[in-house]
């Protein structure tokens, strides 16, 4: 059986949008999804502002791409990192893009590189605007990347009454189960979270203080579980389903 092919991928970080430190957390994260072939941050490196991405550069291979700001309150590295992200698009040397910032001036930019069959992973804050959101396949809030390394800042686990009053929370969980479910309403979880990837880009379990969509299903209690042996006989695959259609 052939492996599986590696992505290659291009990360484009904004500085001026994005703290340092936040670096370990991202390159963990964007090793799931392949290898990091480029990796450019992009702003003015004469300013003291950026003084912490400065020092972590040279540790993780970044390049750093200076970008004048020319008029003050205009972000000049916005159209620097479009420009080389449309380069880089059209080598057709790779598979996907990381762009991290919190600038919903990359909205256009990241459909633009869905539209031509590439993958597009979103790095930015909580406050990111929905419409960037909404544009990348998958969104990360950075917020989770530095609870990683910062234990201090961890974030907070939510109980069942809180994850139950999470009315768009429930409602992902139930309509994904829903189209991912047989006949019978059981669904297999792994179907269940790539149906929640498809309609929700920015969910991820570890926003509200779970590692794992397992984990979290089981915290919410509204989904009754069956663990079953999976294919290989040697581990199990777990199926939920709606406790509103037990008896049914």
Same mark, same amino acid.
């Not at 492996?3 to 590696?6: C, G, I, M, S």
């Not at 999470?166 to 992902?172: A, F, Q, S």
């Given at each position: 059986?052939a492996?599986?092919? %590696?992505q /290659? &991928?291009?990360v484009l970080?904004d500085?001026d949008? *994005?703290?340092?430190?936040? #670096?370990?957390?991202?390159?963990?994260?964007?090793a799931?999804?392949g290898i990091?072939?480029?990796?450019?941050i992009? @702003?003015d490196?004469?300013?003291? =502002?950026?003084?912490g991405?400065?020092?972590?550069?040279?540790? +993780?291979s970044?390049q750093?791409i200076q970008?004048?700001?020319? %008029?003050r309150g205009k972000n000049a590295?916005d159209?620097?990192? #479009?420009?080389? =992200?449309?380069d880089?698009?059209?080598?057709g040397k790779?598979? @996907?893009?990381c762009?991290v910032?919190s600038?919903?001036?990359?909205?256009k930019?990241?459909?633009r #590189?869905r539209?031509?069959?590439?993958?597009?992973y979103?790095? @930015?804050?909580r406050? *990111?605007?929905?419409?960037f959101v909404?544009?990348c396949?998958?969104?990360?809030?950075?917020?989770?990347? /530095?609870? /990683?390394?910062?234990?201090?800042?961890? #974030?907070?686990?939510?109980?069942t009454a $809180?994850?139950k009053k999470?009315?768009?929370?429930?409602? &992902?969980l139930?309509?994904a189960? $829903?189209? =991912?479910?047989d006949e019978?309403?059981w669904? +297999?979880?792994?179907?269940?979270g790539?149906?929640?990837?498809?309609?929700?880009p920015?969910?991820d379990?570890?926003n509200y203080?779970y590692g794992? &969509? @397992?984990e979290?299903?089981k915290?919410i209690? &509204?989904?009754d579980?069956?663990?079953?042996?999976?294919a290989?006989?040697?581990?199990?695959?777990?199926?939920l /389903?709606d406790?509103r259609?037990?008896g049914?």
């Open positions: 059986m492996a599986e092919k %590696t /290659r &991928l291009a970080i500085a949008n *994005t703290q340092a430190s936040i #670096i370990d957390g991202m390159l963990a994260e964007i799931k999804y990091a072939s480029v990796k450019r992009y @702003g490196w004469t300013s003291q =502002a950026l003084k991405w400065k020092e972590v550069l040279l540790e +993780h970044i750093p970008q004048f700001g020319y %008029t590295t159209s620097a990192m #479009i420009i080389d =992200a449309m880089l698009l059209y080598t790779f598979d @996907g893009f762009i910032s600038d919903s001036d990359f909205t930019l990241a459909s #590189i539209e031509s069959g590439l993958v597009v979103g790095f @930015g804050e406050k *990111t605007p929905a419409a909404s544009a396949d998958k969104f990360i809030y950075t917020e989770v990347l /530095r609870a /990683r390394v910062n234990e201090n800042e961890a #974030i907070v686990r939510k109980t $809180e994850l999470e009315t768009r929370l429930v409602r &992902l139930r309509n189960v $829903e189209a =991912a479910s019978s309403g669904a +297999h979880l792994a179907a269940v790539n149906t929640i990837a498809k309609q929700s920015e969910f379990p570890r203080g794992k &969509l @397992g979290l299903v915290a209690k &509204l989904f579980l069956d663990e079953r042996p999976a290989d006989g040697l581990s199990k695959s777990i199926f /389903r406790k259609n037990k049914k």
